[in-house]
């Protein structure tokens, strides 16, 4: 996959299928439609995997309105705005994430407990050493 | 305003915003013109489309091409544009269509698929937008030796198919093909009401070639103009609905004996009457095929077997016969031909009341079983269907490989027509196609008179020293001759006999039309004989045929694209699938079941999502009924119509008997010795004598009319019987009448 999506015939030619074909899917509304509009219209990777999930169920015999009742919760129609967070790695292995959008009060708070957690997790090896 | 609303069906519907009303689809109208002749037709079909929708929208509306059709071209006119189609190889033609939805441009794509399902794809059509596609398409006729028939699908017959899936809506169903025999093939959405659908309506000139003296339609009320050669055909009424065939029927005053020539080339057709009467000596290996699937059920089946009751009443003690019965499975009277005698038609009528239909169309398996019956030396069959199968082409192979000459009575407001005319022409028989309001039995009677040896055979047919191709002669057959050649005379010339055909010069605009049928006939007969996708030699021959007249198939598609201002890129247009009614006289539960529909209201009332749930899933596999109900019983004893003429024992009808069934019925009471039954011998010959009048009061002769197997017999019956002077006096005015 592109680094920014698929177009539709990149899209259909993935799935193996003609582009007319996804389109019908679309209208029909087994397939979300395209993320923006226009020539920047693109698709990811959820409709590649919800297009091969509809002929995955079509090949074990379902009809397209079956799997149409199926797929409601598939890929939602469009993707929410994105939203910042930090992330800090706090110990090998973990990592703990902290929406940006945080009184500076709080974030004072949550940075201290981190510390402390961090402190808490570091390697049993490590601390050994220390307290030798 | 218009909004796209999700209905219980989970599909998205144009509504109204003010009503909540279906708004009108996206394509409006069709209309047939064009000029139709006994060689072929070439029509102009015009499919205008415009939208109510808030966005743009790709139309596909999907047809079914006549009996040896194929696409020329297509114009696409709208405000400000007019262009005409590309024929183009299918992969050039659809990158082609997709680059011009992807530029937000109108593009308009007709693609072939299997059986001559087609697809006509209207991309990126604006919101309100008036677009025009005018096909051009060229197409058989069924020939008669005084006559024939025109056929022009209005609608697309839901079928059956072994894998084919049908989902029963609120409002009529749909139906899956799978993928890896069909492509990308959309069917249409069969609504149960085509009222409100698009409109549809004909204007044609008919051209005879020689006198027609008259034009009927069994389907659409029409008015007709002119005299003479020609005639002009129009709907009576200002517009009808998708949801049956166009059928037309010209008969001319005599049998065919036309020859056109145009740049080199003549095309000919000659009414088998022309060349004498078969001979009678050969005795006849018949098998009748009778399609038993639950989309005969009604009328079709029961006037079916009727006929085959009357049919084999008319068979000589030399002659064979047996029946077979399918649907999803196959049923044999016999497993080896019986005799004509009174035990074995007892055992036939037994077996035909056992029949009921229901269950899939098999009709393969139905054709191979009655093979087996009249190998190695072959025979005929006489088939029985409405044709409604999906992915024919192995169907058809099994049937060429029967050695059996196949006799298609189609029966059906919507047809399956390019099927089953190729089930006759490639196994040698005969094929015509009935919609269901016509009489069944009555054709069949007058197929199965004819089924005989050629009337005759190494048949020559020379143009001034040109010798054009030209085969046996069979009764009921027009024989065409199509080829290279120049003269004002056509000569003709068999073991027996020989005449003389002038050569008229076609008109121009026909010369074009004749040569551009010989092509669509080509590659109809080609692309029946291609199962799956056209690959290797088959492909190359196709392209070959396509490319050489200019026509599509299945290799060549037609496209067209047209940039206008404001076209925005990337648009993504929404699909809509033309939905066609579902042909009138068809039950739905043949194909969809009958569940959902006596609930639809409710369906509507509730929560779409709720809805959902019960959406009734009809697979091929339900095709089958539970249990097949089985009357074992014994059969019905014969009923004595004769005496009806004597006012005794008078049967009541719960259905109005017409004047055909009674001889219908009377027909199938013939015995086995060709005399109608009685007690004693002087009441048989009374009864045979008025049977006799009653037959050539109906028009029938020796020669001529469905009951002439039935004249022949009797005849030879009374002649042969003690008769007094009365008797006697009578006989030879019925024989002089019966000598046409």
Request: glycine share 10%.
């Amino acid at each position: 996959m592109k680094k920014n999506g698929f177009s539709l015939s990149e899209l259909a030619e993935e799935a193996g299928i003609p582009a007319r074909t996804v389109r019908f899917y679309i209208s029909r509304g087994l397939l979300p439609g395209p993320v923006g509009a226009g020539r920047g219209a693109k698709y990811g990777a959820a409709h590649l995997e919800r297009l091969r999930e509809i002929l995955r169920l079509q090949e074990e015999g379902l009809t397209l309105a079956e799997i149409g009742v199926r797929g409601e919760k598939a890929v939602p129609q469009e993707l929410p705005e994105p939203e910042p967070w930090w992330s800090y790695a706090i110990a090998d292995g973990v990592e703990v994430r902290v929406s940006s959008d945080q009184a500076p009060w709080r974030m004072r708070q949550i940075r201290r407990a981190l510390t402390e957690l961090a402190s808490q997790l570091q390697e049993p090896g490590e601390r050994e050493e220390q307290e030798d | 305003m218009t909004v796209a609303q999700i209905e219980a069906t989970g599909r998205f519907t144009a509504v109204s915003g003010k009503t909540g009303e279906e708004l009108e689809l996206a394509m409006q109208r069709l209309w047939l013109t064009g000029q139709v002749t006994p060689l072929g037709a070439r029509l102009l079909v015009e499919h205008t489309f415009e939208s109510a929708e808030r966005q743009p929208v790709e139309a596909i509306y999907s047809f079914v091409l006549p009996r040896e059709a194929a696409l020329k071209s297509f114009r696409v006119q709208g405000e400000g544009f007019e262009m005409t189609s590309d024929l183009r190889e299918v992969e050039a033609a659809v990158q082609e269509y997709e680059r011009g939805i992807d530029n937000g441009s109108l593009a308009v794509l007709a693609r072939q698929y299997v059986d001559g399902m087609m697809n006509l794809n209207v991309g990126n059509l604006r919101p309100g937008e008036p677009v025009r596609v005018v096909l051009e398409i060229l197409a058989g006729v069924e020939r008669h030796d005084e006559g024939f028939r025109f056929r022009f699908p209005f609608t697309l017959a839901p079928a059956y198919h072994r894998k084919a899936q049908a989902v029963s809506l609120p409002d009529g169903g749909e139906m899956e093909l799978p993928r890896e025999e069909f492509g990308d093939l959309m069917l249409p959405v069969w609504k149960d009401n085509a009222r409100g659908l698009h409109a549809v309506g004909f204007d044609l000139e008919l051209v005879g070639g020689q006198g027609l003296t008259e034009v009927i339609s069994p389907s659409h009320a029409l008015k007709v103009g002119g005299e003479g050669e020609g005639r002009r055909v129009g709907l009576a009424v200002a517009g009808d609905v998708p949801d049956r065939d166009l059928v037309l029927e010209a008969r001319s005053a005599e049998a065919w004996q036309l020859a056109w020539s145009w740049e080199g080339a003549v095309s000919a057709l000659l009414g088998s009457t022309r060349f004498g009467e078969p001979e009678e000596e050969t005795p006849r290996k018949v098998v009748f095929v009778l399609d038993r699937s639950g989309s005969m059920s009604g009328s079709p089946i029961k006037q079916a077997k009727k006929a085959i009751e009357a049919g084999i009443a008319a068979l000589r003690p030399e002659d064979r016969f047996s029946i077979v019965a399918f649907d999803n499975e196959v049923e044999a009277l016999s497993s080896e031909l019986f005799d004509a005698s009174k035990k074995s038609r007892i055992r036939a009528q037994t077996f035909l009341s056992r029949i009921h239909s229901c269950g899939g169309t098999e009709l393969a398996a139905g054709v191979e079983a009655a093979a087996r019956l009249i190998a190695p030396e072959g025979g005929d069959l006489l088939l029985l269907t409405d044709g409604q199968v999906f992915g024919t082409p192995p169907i058809l192979e099994t049937a060429r490989q029967a050695g059996a000459r196949i006799h298609a009575l189609g029966i059906g407001s919507a047809s399956q027509d390019r099927f089953l005319s190729q089930l006759g022409s490639q196994t040698g028989g005969q094929c015509r196609f009935l919609t269901a309001r016509e009489r069944v039995d009555l054709a069949l009677l007058d197929m199965f008179a004819s089924v005989s040896g050629p009337v005759a055979s190494a048949v020559r047919v020379e143009v001034e020293g040109t010798t054009l191709p030209a085969r046996d002669v069979y009764p009921a057959q027009p024989l065409l001759v199509r080829g290279e050649a120049a003269g004002k005379q056509l000569q003709v010339s068999w073991a027996e006999g020989s005449f003389t055909v002038p050569v008229v010069e076609a008109p121009k605009a026909l010369g074009a039309t004749l040569n551009l049928l010989a092509g669509a006939a080509e590659i109809a007969d080609l692309e029946s004989r291609i199962e799956g996708e056209p690959e290797g030699d088959e492909a190359e021959q196709l392209t070959a045929l396509s490319r050489k007249y200019g026509l599509a198939s299945r290799v060549m598609a037609l496209v067209a694209v047209v940039e206008r201002e404001g076209d925005k890129p990337g648009e993504l247009p929404q699909t809509r699938v033309v939905p066609v009614g579902m042909p009138q006289d068809l039950e739905r539960e043949a194909y969809f079941g009958a569940a959902i529909q006596s609930i639809g209201g409710v369906l509507h009332a509730i929560d779409a999502d709720m809805a959902m749930e019960p959406m009734v899933e009809q697979r091929m596999a339900s095709f089958a009924p539970p249990e097949r109900v089985r009357a074992y019983g014994p059969a019905p004893p014969i009923r004595r119509f004769w005496d009806r003429f004597r006012g005794k024992d008078v049967v009541v009808e719960t259905e109005e008997e017409t004047e055909e069934d009674v001889l219908v019925e009377l027909a199938s009471e013939l015995e086995a010795d060709g005399g109608m039954p009685g007690k004693t011998p002087e009441e048989r010959i009374e009864a045979s004598l008025e049977a006799l009048e009653r037959f050539l009061d109906s028009g029938s002769t020796r020669s001529r009319g469905p009951f002439r197997h039935h004249v022949r017999r009797l005849l030879d019956f009374v002649s042969e019987a003690d008769l007094n002077e009365d008797q006697q006096d009578r006989l030879t005015v019925l024989e002089e009448r019966a000598a046409d």
